[in-house]
């Protein structure tokens, strides 16, 4: 069975704080996606990788930054967590190719307190 | 304005009726539709898959693109309780594409 596996599903964190969102899929996609999803407003694009080092700025990437060393593992960093960054965040991949076929993770709901 | 409305609903009915889930569009780019299932506290799962205009079944589930109206539909015939859950409809550009455009999600609740 296909899986996106990402490391956290609740974690709570202090205003300031540095925080990382790991994220390993092992279905050796070349795609590798973060989303945050809010109420009312779906899911919104924050980073994607196509390639091991590689990455473009999505639709919201301010106060965020990623990383991507190997293939399998894509890590979202909150340099310097806020309030309004308390959200739903999603992992994803698809294949090269493939783009619309994306398989997500379980998501993991981060509250900054 | 929003590159794809939804509808958020919450939608609900009665278990066995006829669901239909709506989106509209405004850029004609768009070549490909998915909807994805979510179900509460999960991730969204692929659901259905549909190029350019037509309709594709699956067991249950009908997906319909009409292009020249920007309106894609989800139709779920003989709805279970396990239907229960938000669909959210997501559109792209080109196959291979980095970015999909997702519908705001509605909710779905399939009552026994």
């Known amino acids: 069975d296909v899986k996106v596996t990402q490391s956290s599903r609740y974690l709570v964190k202090r205003t300031g704080e540095k925080v990382f969102l790991e994220c390993v899929q092992d279905?050796?996609?070349?795609?590798m996606f973060w989303y945050r999803q809010d109420p009312g407003l779906g899911l919104r694009l924050i980073y994607f990788?196509?390639?091991?080092?590689?990455?473009e700025k999505g639709d919201i990437p301010e106060g965020y930054s990623v990383s991507r060393e190997k293939k399998e593992r894509f890590s979202l960093i909150l340099e310097s967590a806020s309030t309004n960054q308390t959200s739903m965040y999603l992992c994803?991949?698809?294949?090269?190719?493939?783009?619309?076929?994306?398989?997500f993770g379980q998501g993991t709901r981060l509250t900054v307190v | 304005q929003k590159e794809v409305e939804q509808d958020p609903g919450p939608l609900s009915v009665p278990e066995g009726a006829i669901v239909s889930l709506n989106c509209t569009y405004s850029?004609?780019?768009?070549?490909?539709f998915m909807w994805y299932r979510q179900y509460s506290r999960k991730g969204p799962e692929l659901l259905m898959y549909?190029?350019?205009?037509g309709n594709k079944e699956d067991g249950r589930f009908t997906a319909q693109v009409d292009k020249s109206s920007k309106y894609i539909s989800l139709f779920i015939r003989d709805s279970q309780p396990s239907d229960s859950a938000t669909y959210l409809c997501?559109?792209?550009?080109?196959?291979?594409?980095?970015?999909?455009?997702f519908g705001t999600g509605t909710r779905l609740t399939v009552i026994p």
């Open positions: 994803a991949s698809s294949p090269f190719d493939r783009g619309e076929e994306a398989f």
């Open positions: 279905m050796d996609h070349e795609n």
């Open positions: 990788s196509y390639d091991v080092k590689m990455k």
């Open positions: 850029n004609s780019a768009f070549q490909y």
């Open positions: 549909t190029y350019s205009s």
């Open positions: 997501a559109m792209s550009y080109q196959t291979g594409a980095n970015n999909l455009f």
